[in-house]
C-alpha cells in the first residue's frame, strides 16, 4: 500500500526542507507545485509564465490550473508507492479535488502534517531565506553556494518584504481554512516547527508513521528492516 503525504504551513515554516527530507528517505517523489511552476517558468511554458505574474505577488494561481498539474503530476507511474506533496493543497476547493484524485488511485492512506510556526518567526526566516538561482533549491544555513548543483544563491523574489507579509495573509485566508478541513480525520498531526531542525524531522517520521499505521497503511514507504515506531507524546 502506498504512503501519501500533504506537508502543510505557512510560507517558512520549513515544510519544505521536511517534504524533501522525508521523501528522499523512504524513497518517495516530492512534488512541489512551487517548483514544478519555477521549472514551467524557466522553460517558457506559457501556463507558467501566466501563473508568475501572481507567484510575484504573492498571491495564489487559480485552482483550475493548480488541479490540473496535480492531476498530470499524480498520474505518472512513481506516484504508485505514494508521494509527498509541498504546497499543494492550498484552497479548500484543491483539497476536495485531491480527495477525488485519491478516490480515484485507491492507493493508501492520505496522512497531513501541519508544520506550526508562530508567524513573527515566519518573518523572521523569511527575510534571510535564499535558493538556488540555478536549480531553485532551499539554501542550507550558512553555505555560500547551492549544496546540489554549486549554483549562485538568491533572495526569492516572492520573499521580499511586502511581498512576504501577502503571503503570510493570503495563507491565513485561503489556507488556513485548509487545516480545519482536515482537522477532524485520524491521520492529521500537527509539528511543533520552531523546534530544532533534527527535532522536527523526527516528529515528522513519527507522526506520519504513526498516522499511516492507525488506518492500516504506510509500511510502502518505509525502508526494508527498519522499525515501526509507536505512538508517543501528545501532539
Ligand atoms: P511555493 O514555492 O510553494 O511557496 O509557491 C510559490 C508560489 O507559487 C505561491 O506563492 C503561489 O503563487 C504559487 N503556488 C504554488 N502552489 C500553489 C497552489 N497549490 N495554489 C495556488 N498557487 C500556488
Known amino acids: 500500500m502506498g504512503l501519501n503525504v500533504i506537508m502543510m504551513g505557512p510560507p517558512g515554516a520549513g515544510k519544505g526542507t521536511q517534504a524533501d ?6 524513497g518517495l517523489p516530492k512534488i512541489s507545485t512551487g517548483d514544478m511552476l519555477r521549472e514551467g517558468i524557466k522553460d517558457q511554458n506559457p501556463v507558467a509564465l501566466e501563473a508568475q505574474k501572481l507567484m510575484d505577488r504573492g498571491e495564489l494561481v487559480d485552482d483550475s490550473t493548480i488541479i490540473a498539474i496535480v492531476r498530470d503530476r499524480l498520474g505518472r507511474a512513481d506516484t504508485r508507492r505514494g508521494f509527498v506533496l509541498d504546497g499543494f493543497p492550498r484552497t479548500v476547493g484543491q483539497a476536495v479535488a485531491l480527495d477525488r484524485l485519491m478516490e480515484e488511485r485507491a492507493e493508501g492512506p492520505l496522512v497531513v502534517i501541519d508544520v506550526s510556526v508562530p508567524e513573527q518567526e515566519l518573518v ?35 520573499d521580499d518584504g511586502q511581498v512576504v507579509l501577502e ?69
Do not use: H, W
Open 21 to 26: 527530507r522525508f521523501a528522499r528517505e523512504r
Open 124 to 158: 523572521r526566516r523569511l527575510g534571510s531565506r535564499k535558493i538556488c538561482g540555478s536549480c531553485g533549491t532551499n539554501a542550507e544555513a550558512g553555505k555560500p553556494a547551492c549544496g546540489k548543483c554549486g549554483g549562485a544563491l538568491v533572495v526569492r523574489a516572492d
Open 167 to 235: 503571503r503570510l495573509k493570503i495563507y491565513e485566508r485561503a489556507t488556513r481554512p485548509v487545516l480545519d478541513y482536515y482537522r477532524t480525520r485520524t491521520t492529521f498531526r500537527v509539528v511543533n516547527g520552531a523546534q530544532a531542525l533534527e527535532q522536527v524531522a523526527r516528529d515528522v517520521d513519527r507522526m506520519i508513521d504513526d498516522a499511516a499505521a492507525s488506518v492500516g497503511g504506510g509500511a510502502a514507504g518505509r525502508r526494508p528492516g527498519e522499525r515501526r515506531m509507536s505512538a508517543g507524546a501528545a501532539e
